[in-house]
């Protein structure tokens, strides 16, 4: 069969999918993998599948989209990009965190089946989810990278420290920042805060590292994926090397040899490349996972701890380890998306089904309540909005900064200086 994989952040998701099409390819599918916001829509006119592979459809244009391909006759798979989390920290939660991490939107009418990590979390959607759809568990999808390669250290480069950081919500407004929480919720501000207090920790630290340690140490950072990298070109020293927004963690990681985080999955990935990591101004809500490395809240217990640190000898927590693979991430063995091939390929063999897929995506306008200000025609006077997600236009008035694109309900900040309109 034909099947398309559509992707998020490169850095992440894509060298999972593409493990995942190497593996549905053994079983005679011809499969390609495409970015979701940006080549979307063109895959499934263009190419004209009869399997979709797509995330947890978290938005409302990841919801529609879906459904128009399920009335089209395509199969829908969804792979969970996330773990979720263990019972005992799921019910922790207060209802919208729990409603956030299950999905907003209920997607499962649209849903053939459903790719999850660990049999936990699978039983957690299975009974507190929407309505039930066929799950298969898989194992730990972001972890199979590790078994594939080799490291490439070369044996004369110069010892270096990797900071991974995690404030994505630093970058966005304060009172609203965390996608699939309600625009009222007060986690908004909580979390803002949180990020914003941690990365100017991370900043003065890393300076402060770079200073004492620039003799003996290289240094490098990576942004969380939906982080940008701006304040710190702009703050850190130039002695610090910036990795590209879209740097895959997988290879990034096999590089350094001590890992600075806060409170995030590469700590298990540096184990598994026996590299030691440190938890510095964790800001991860799940309690297991904080626990895997040495969690530091000070500068002073921070220079203390990487300067004993053995390169080469992971210092993972080896029974928050065990829990962490019994509770949340399911088997970690590197064969998760081979799994998942064969549980898709059990899913859809034989049941082709005849799609009526157009040549052009229809342009139907379905979020258009702005009217004042947002015009579906060329209006004089209005400048002309091309959306990023859909590649719509639509147009607005110049004095308007912020739209939401009335066809596909992505919300849109005009760019500082330029005509052209961004994602926010």
């Known amino acids: 069969m034909n099947i398309s994989i559509l992707t998020l952040a490169r850095q992440r998701d894509k060298i ?19 970015n979701f916001i940006n080549a979307g829509r063109e895959t499934i006119t263009y190419e004209k599948p009869d399997v979709v592979v797509v995330p947890m459809p978290g938005g409302q244009y990841k919801l529609d989209f879906i459904k128009k391909c399920k009335s089209w006759g395509i199969q829908i798979i969804v792979r969970r990009g996330e773990a979720g989390m263990g019972i005992d ?172 985080h806060s409170g995030s999955t590469l700590a298990v990935e540096a184990h598994l490349l026996d590299i030691p990591s440190f938890n510095f101004c964790n800001v991860n809500p799940d309690p297991l996972l904080s626990k895997v490395s040495p969690v530091i809240e000070s500068y002073e217990e921070l220079e203390f701890n990487v ?19 019994t509770h949340l991430y399911g088997v970690i063995d590197g064969k998760a998306c081979e799994r998942a091939a064969k549980h898709i390929h059990e899913q859809i063999n034989g049941k082709l089904v005849r799609t009526k897929i157009p040549n052009v995506w229809p342009k139907e306008v379905l979020y258009h309540e702005d009217k004042e200000n947002i015009f579906i025609e060329e209006t004089e006077g209005c400048m002309r909005w091309d959306c990023p997600c859909c590649r719509e236009s639509y147009y607005v008035k110049p004095e308007i900064d912020e739209t939401k694109c009335p066809y596909c309900s992505m919300v849109i900040k005009k760019a500082k200086n330029k005509k052209e309109s961004v994602l926010k």
Not at 16 to 22: G, S
Not at 311 to 323: L, Q, Y
């Open 89 to 260: 920290q799921f019910d922790k939660l207060d209802g919208e965190r729990q409603t956030m991490i299950l999905g907003n939107w209920n997607y499962q009418p649209y849903v053939d089946l459903e790719l999850t990590w660990g049999q936990e979390f699978t039983t957690i959607l299975a009974d507190r989810g929407w309505n039930p759809v066929k799950r298969r568990v898989c194992g730990a999808f972001a972890l199979d990278p590790y078994f594939k390669h080799e490291s490439r250290i070369a044996p004369d480069r110069r010892k270096t420290i990797l900071f991974a950081t995690g404030f994505p919500t630093a970058d966005c407004k304060a009172e609203y920042c965390e996608c699939g929480l309600p625009e009222t919720s007060s986690y908004h501000e909580e979390i803002y805060d949180l990020h914003r207090s941690a990365r100017d920790k991370w900043i003065d630290a890393i300076n402060r590292l770079v200073k004492w340690f620039g003799h003996d140490w290289a240094f490098e950072l990576k942004v969380r994926p939906g982080e940008l990298t701006k304040e710190y070109l702009e703050t850190l020293s130039s002695a610090v090397k910036v990795h590209p927004v879209q740097a895959p963690s997988s290879e990034v990681l096999r590089d350094v040899d001590i890992l600075i």
């Open 307 to 325: 300067s004993r640190a053995t390169p080469g000898r992971s210092n993972i927590n080896e029974d928050v380890f065990h829990e962490l693979k």
């Open 16 to 34: 999972i999918d593409d493990l995942l099409a190497e593996e549905l390819s053994k079983h005679g599918h011809t499969v390609t993998v495409r």
